[in-house]
């Protein structure tokens, strides 16, 4: 069966989140498929770090520490979060970026399975993981003498042996939009003796997470793509409750100090999460985090997560089945997953040819996605689409696959000013 333009803005009038995108300033007519890589602006944001800027920055200055509950932002902003991840309160912090974030957790994690199975030399991770997440993976196995072993997704679970300590993956992959099982693979590696660190950089505010029943060991995700936080928002970091407290992690500054305040000589972590901060935070960024953390938040009135997936759904299999529909014999094809169970919230296209040039024209038609470069061999040059359903509409779908169509058919994506490749794609 076709889809047609008045089917989409039908499912917009009966879209009962359709609301949501309200909180959002989107620029007049672009259609924004990229909230993976930087969220929109929430529309609260300019005017609450303008009050931190003017009030709390500029009138009260140092007073702000208490009187605003600026040293308490990091908790605040991660008990937050804690409620879109599965995490209980006092159990997340936002803080530093996800690559800090990752270097502590995993630090962490090495440092317990040493304790207990030094023979245990191996961090087992996906080779399409996001690279900053295996450079960090790569400097701790040089500091601990250690394996960075990367294997592809079906690898995975044969790969669970006893030489490895720690299952380190992203559960949506960036390149692909797909998703791991996190309860099965955090099972599979604990029968195996192995800890997990999950990175949820295109989960939390995306799809529904719930660390706790999956007793996933560490976690750590992203501000600025789906919690909508800013450019550099600060990151966040969880913890198992199990381990928070058994020890140190490397970067021991006076924020994750028990009592910072007593300006003793020694260090002595602060009990719980409190303890992976390190230095002091940035109160503007955390702010505007918070704002972008709120968007997502009040879907908790309207269904929440489940509900806000239900609708990422339905936008990624409407946006497949057009591409099919509509753009047929171009030679695109499917890199993420069509079963549910399997998909984040983007749909990737692979083209052999040009995959860049089309989401340039794209772009400059006021789509916006991405483009992913690919290996070479097995993962292949990608057109990334991200599908925020906190604003992206069913006739938002129609209308990107339609400018999809046009640069398709006209061969406008071979213009010179779409070849020439800018520093970030
Ligand atoms: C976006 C992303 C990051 C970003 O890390 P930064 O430290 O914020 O630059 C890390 N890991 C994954 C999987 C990501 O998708």
């Not at 008990?79 to 936002?94: H, T, W």
């Not at 993981?129 to 079906?154: K, S, W």
Request: contains cysteine.
């Amino acid at each position: 069966m076709t889809t047609t333009l008045q089917d989409c803005q039908a499912l917009d009038a009966a879209d009962p989140l359709r609301r949501l995108r309200e909180q959002f300033q989107i620029p007049e007519g672009t259609i924004y498929l990229d909230g993976n890589s930087l969220g929109v602006m929430p529309a609260s944001a300019p005017a609450r770090v303008a009050q931190v800027v003017t009030q709390e920055w500029g009138t009260d200055l140092i007073q702000s520490w208490n009187r605003h509950g600026w040293f308490q932002m990091p908790g605040k902003v991660g008990d937050k979060i804690a409620r879109l991840i599965g995490a209980g309160p006092g159990e997340v912090v936002a803080t530093d970026s996800t690559s800090v974030n990752l270097f502590k957790v995993l630090s962490a994690a090495l440092a317990m399975v040493q304790a207990d199975a030094p023979q245990r030399k191996r961090i087992v991770s996906e080779r399409s993981n996001f690279p900053t997440d295996l450079y960090i993976a790569q400097a701790l196995c040089r500091q601990h003498g250690m394996e960075l072993v990367l294997v592809e997704p079906e690898e995975i679970a044969t790969s669970l042996t006893a030489e490895v300590a720690v299952l380190m993956l992203t559960h949506v992959n960036y390149r692909t939009g797909a998703m791991h099982d996190m309860a099965a693979l955090t099972a599979a590696a604990h029968a195996e003796g192995i800890l997990t660190v999950w990175d949820l950089a295109h989960s939390a505010g995306a799809v529904p997470v719930d660390l706790t029943e999956a007793k996933a060991d560490f976690a750590v995700g992203c501000g600025y793509k789906y919690l909508n936080g800013g450019p550099g928002a600060p990151a966040f970091v969880w913890v198992n409750p199990l381990h928070t407290d058994r020890f140190w992690q490397p970067l021991a500054g006076w924020w994750g100090h028990a009592a910072p305040f007593a300006f003793t000589p020694d260090y002595r972590p602060a009990p719980g999460i409190t303890r992976y901060q390190c230095g002091t935070q940035p109160m503007i960024s955390l702010a505007a985090l918070e704002c972008g953390v709120d968007t997502v938040l009040a879907a908790e009135s309207m269904g929440g997560m489940a509900a806000l997936r239900a609708k990422s759904l339905a936008l990624t299999d409407l946006f497949i089945g057009l591409v099919q529909q509509r753009c047929a014999g171009h030679g695109l094809g499917l890199a993420t997953p069509r079963e549910h169970a399997r998909r984040g919230s983007q749909v990737c296209l692979t083209r052999d040819e040009g995959a860049y040039a089309i989401v340039q024209a794209l772009i400059a038609r006021g789509v916006i996605g991405d483009f992913r470069a690919g290996d070479g061999g097995l993962h292949k040059d990608i057109l990334r689409f991200g599908f925020t359903p906190l604003y992206i509409g069913f006739e938002d779908v129609w209308h990107s696959v339609e400018h999809l169509r046009q640069v398709l058919d006209s061969g406008e994506w071979q213009r010179p000013e779409f070849n020439r490749k800018h520093a970030v794609t």
